[in-house]
């Protein structure tokens, strides 16, 4: 998959920008503040429909205008397909995929596929376990309907069950009650630890080769599934077992301390935690290597290599790491953001200075 051409109006700081893309490596160069994330965030919301920015949809619209647009031509192997997204300051986003107004966002997802990796994604190593079972969750959901409405039902049963350790006045009482709620929760339960259980038996290889490459063979990284432990006796009975066994302790802190909502990642370099004693350059590599893994699970999902979208990658990487990442995604097309690039020069540079994209014509 590639985008061919992306087309801003009144977006963010471009009022109207024309930006071509070529197969294989494109680089936004320019200074701090010039417009180089807000052409990720575009290509991106015209591939997911909303922005990675946590910010109201309706701050894309360039301050004093009323309507914004952004339009991206994309090509698959067998297709072509043209999104577009138009803002309006007093209406409803509205989404064209080939000039044809769509009704829910739904309809866009599964068009175009696109990786997109920023800074930000560090949390997926440093930070706490939400983040890593957010990526799990993110990632399966897009590719298994199923999982996703387990996990919403999960959520609602939990709340529930929750809900009913802190209203209860009586124990006895409790635990006559709390049995139907246990249960519902089990079957659950099961069926995302089996995705998530499969995607990161997936996931994991990927990520290991990918780190192997940008650490020039020196970091081996290992991801492991970090759910709850029933040994090798049947998953269903023994959380039920456990949260029996748990009842009176949660019934004292009003919450359910077994089950999925506790998963994590374990995540080793070299068999040492990374969360505790990595480099900020490993858990920027590890992080990254997640990332690349995704490409080639969305691959086997679409048949294609989706477009992968960096944003500001290279800080914190040594000169060596980001030659080897560069090579590592040559398989896809891939748009960089940096201040600063002289790693190759057959590569399609584009110069972002206060909203304008500009060929460099000097490569
Ligand atoms: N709605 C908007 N209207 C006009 N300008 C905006 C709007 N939203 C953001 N901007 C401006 O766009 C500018 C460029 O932002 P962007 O994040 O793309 O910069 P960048 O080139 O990626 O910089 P850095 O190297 O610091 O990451 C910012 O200075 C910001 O103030
Ligand atoms: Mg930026």
């Known amino acids: 998959m590639k985008i061919n051409t992306l087309t801003l109006k009144n977006f963010r700081n471009y009022q109207k920008e024309v930006v071509k893309f070529e197969d294989g490596l494109n680089i936004l160069v320019g200074k701090n503040a010039q417009g180089k994330t807000n052409i990720l965030e575009a290509i991106f919301f015209a591939v997911?429909?909303?922005?990675?920015?946590a910010s109201k949809e309706k701050e894309a619209i360039k301050w004093e205008e009323e309507v914004a647009s952004i339009k991206a031509e994309f090509s698959r192997e067998f297709r072509d397909v043209a999104i577009e997204l138009i803002f309006n300051k007093s209406a409803k986003k509205a989404v064209k995929i080939d000039g044809i107004s769509i009704k829910k966002i739904g309809e866009l997802l599964g068009n175009v596929n696109a990786v997109f990796f920023s800074p930000q994604e560090l949390k997926l190593v440093k930070e706490s376990p939400d983040e890593r079972r957010r990526f799990m969750n993110v990632d399966i959901s897009q590719t298994n309907?199923?999982?996703?409405y387990a996990?919403?039902?999960?959520?609602?049963?939990l709340a529930n069950r929750n809900k009913l350790l802190k209203m209860s006045k009586d124990f006895n009482a409790l635990k006559e009650t709390i049995d139907i709620w246990d249960k519902a929760l089990v079957d659950l339960a099961e069926k995302i630890y089996l995705e998530r259980k499969l995607f990161i038996e997936k996931l994991a290889p990927f990520a290991e080769k990918a780190h192997n490459y940008i650490s020039n063979g020196q970091e081996k990284l290992e991801i492991k599934y970090d759910s709850f432990d029933f040994g090798d006796k049947d998953f269903k009975s023994e959380m039920?077992?456990?949260?029996?066994?748990?009842?009176?302790?949660?019934?004292?802190h009003g919450y359910t301390s077994v089950g999925v909502h506790r998963d994590?990642?374990?995540?080793?370099?070299n068999g040492v935690e990374v969360k505790s004693?990595?480099?900020?350059?490993?858990q920027r590599t590890v992080a990254l290597s997640m990332k690349l893994a995704e490409l080639?699970?969305?691959?086997?999902r679409a048949g294609e290599y989706p477009i992968l979208l960096l944003d500001d990658v290279f800080s914190e990487l040594d000169i060596d790491r980001q030659k080897r990442l560069l090579n590592f995604t040559s398989r896809t097309q891939t748009i960089i953001t940096c201040t600063e690039f002289n790693l190759k020069s057959e590569v399609n540079i584009l110069q972002v200075v206060n909203g304008k994209v500009q060929k460099n014509t000097a490569n």
């Open 264 to 269: 994590d990642l374990d995540i080793y370099l």
């Open 151 to 157: 996990l919403n039902r999960y959520e609602k049963v």
């Open 240 to 252: 039920l077992k456990a949260l029996q066994k748990n009842l009176e302790k949660d019934y004292k």
């Open 145 to 148: 309907k199923r999982y996703f």
């Open 277 to 282: 004693f990595g480099s900020q350059g490993q």
């Open 296 to 300: 080639e699970i969305i691959k086997e």
């Open 48 to 53: 997911i429909g909303k922005s990675f920015k």
